[in-house]
């Protein structure tokens, strides 16, 4: 079992930086893989970033490609999603989520079906 608890996000304007975090608790968190997913109103939840466990690979969309970071503390069981010049329409929930990857350290998905655990979102608001 993985537990997930994002925090971080809040009320921006637009062209300022957040940093997303999301805490793990178990003992798979060192052997998953582990996604960022953002979901708008009245919207399909949609892939975001992720990184392997090694951290050695990471990917992102492109709507977010050049002005996000995601990485990841094995010491403090927390992966991070930084975010620079923000957009209105970066405006979403934002959640983490793991994939439980044991044989695979550089393996990572934008599926969110593949995912085994998911945090319960922080809200990430950007005014324009």
């Known amino acids: 079992q993985l537990q997930l608890v994002e925090s971080g996000g809040g009320l921006v304007q637009a062209g300022g930086s957040l940093r997303l975090s999301c805490a793990a608790s178990?003992?798979?968190?060192?052997?998953?893989?582990m996604g960022w997913f953002r979901q708008a109103p009245g919207k399909e939840r949609e892939f975001v970033a992720a990184?392997?466990?090694?951290?050695?690979?990471?990917y992102y969309t492109d709507s977010v490609k050049g002005r996000s970071t995601v990485s990841r503390d094995s010491a403090k069981n927390t992966v991070y999603l930084q975010m620079h010049s923000l957009k209105p329409e970066d405006t979403a929930v934002y959640y983490c989520?793991?994939?439980?990857?044991?044989?695979?350290?550089?393996?990572?998905?934008?599926?969110?079906?593949?995912?085994?655990?998911w945090g319960q979102g922080t809200q990430v608001t950007v005014s324009s």
């Open positions: 990184i392997s466990w090694s951290g050695g690979i990471t």
């Open positions: 178990g003992r798979t968190f060192s052997r998953s893989a």
């Open positions: 989520a793991a994939d439980y990857q044991p044989y695979s350290s550089m393996a990572v998905t934008t599926t969110a079906i593949e995912y085994d655990y």
